[in-house]
Nanobody, 121 residues
Framework: QVQLVESGGGLVQAGGSLRLSCAASGSRWRMAWFRQAPGKEREFVASISRSGLFSDYADSVKGRFTISRDNAKNTMSLEMNSLKAGDTGVYYC?????????????????WGQGTQVTVSS
């Protein structure tokens, strides 16, 4: 079992930046961010391997978002730059046992409560 607590969401203008953080109880998890916009299905944003050496991004955020983790502090972050209105949604920190990155929501069995990101155009 792992507890995940997100922070850092908020309201920002298009073109701006936000940094999301996720505090986890332990570091033996692969982790990722998913998001869900109103009326849409939950979608993959970015994932990072347990070691932190490997990462993967959705095409829609590649080059704008950076995922990272600090296993000494049991935290994961998502640096979001050049934000667009289409990035609006609830962002979820997720985790599961495993080493490698994954885009498949079914591979993650632990979820945080979510943090709202709103980008105004």
């Amino acid at each position: 079992q792992v507890q995940l607590v997100e922070s850092g969401g908020g309201l920002v203008q298009a073109g701006g930046s936000l940094r999301l953080s996720c505090a986890a109880s332990g570091s033996r998890w692969r982790m990722a961010w998913f998001r869900q916009a109103p009326g849409k299905e939950r979608e993959f944003v970015a994932s990072i391997s347990r070691s932190g050496l490997f990462s993967d991004y959705a095409d829609s955020v590649k080059g704008r978002f950076t995922i990272s983790r600090d296993n000494a502090k049991n935290t994961m972050s998502l640096e979001m730059n050049s934000l667009k209105a289409g990035d609006t949604g609830v962002y979820y920190c997720v985790a599961s046992l495993g080493d490698s990155t994954s885009r498949d929501v079914a591979n993650y069995n632990f979820w945080g409560q979510g943090t709202q990101v709103t980008v105004s155009s």
